[in-house]
């Protein structure tokens, strides 16, 4: 099997997954998009309404936020893997629960393993303590990247976040270019 066919297969396998509770009440499990070469893999939270309807991540307002910053920095969203620790919408879109959250994961690992990535960027507190420490405050750690075995992770605040409390867009945008910054240094190596 090729890259692209485990790509596949892994989505097939959450399109139909059962390991949790969130499948009774998906519409549509959203399984993440973007290309298998993919330099830049973004890991939100978990699917709201307008994702749960379409099967796509970040569709809805704060995907338009995060594509509107992408476009800041010159990147097209397309150009980018963007997925959620969790891929079913959590009823009312409460919290991710932990065994939602430890359920779900092998796929998100999965998914990193066979993408490669060279900066893995968490959007929110829940995808910060899932992929890189459960101990990470995001007050303290946003916009600071942390370099393992390899790969780059970048935590930012969530663009939801920042759709409430006007004061975060600021702060996302500043870093967004560091985020840039840290990528053209990288391509420069
Ligand atoms: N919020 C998320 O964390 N993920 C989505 O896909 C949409 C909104």
């Given at each position: ?142 916009g ?14 969530h ?7 006007g ?23």
């Amino acid at each position: 099997m090729n890259r692209a066919q485990v790509l596949e297969e892994i989505r097939q396998e959450i399109l139909v997954c059962p390991k949790c509770d969130l499948c009774e009440s998906r519409i549509t499990a959203v399984p993440g998009s973007g290309p298998l070469d993919a330099d830049i893999f973004f890991v939100g939270e978990a699917p709201g309404q307008q994702e749960d309807l379409n099967g796509v991540p970040f569709v809805g307002a704060a995907g338009k936020l995060l594509t509107s910053l992408l476009s800041m920095i010159g990147i097209e969203r397309e150009e980018v893997f963007i997925t959620n620790v969790v891929k079913c919408r959590p009823p009312d879109n409460r919290d991710p629960r932990p065994d939602e959250i430890s359920s779900c994961n092998p796929y998100l690992v999965s998914q990193i393993a066979l993408i490669e990535p060279k900066v893995i960027c968490t959007l929110g507190r829940f995808a910060m303590q899932t992929v890189i420490d459960p101990e990470m405050s995001i007050t303290r750690s946003h916009g600071v990247p942390v370099r393992r075995s390899g790969i780059i992770y970048f935590p930012m605040y969530h663009p939801a976040a920042a759709l409430y409390r006007g004061e975060l867009k600021q702060i996302m945008k500043e870093d967004m270019l560091r985020l840039k910054a840290l990528i053209d240094n990288e391509k420069e190596k």
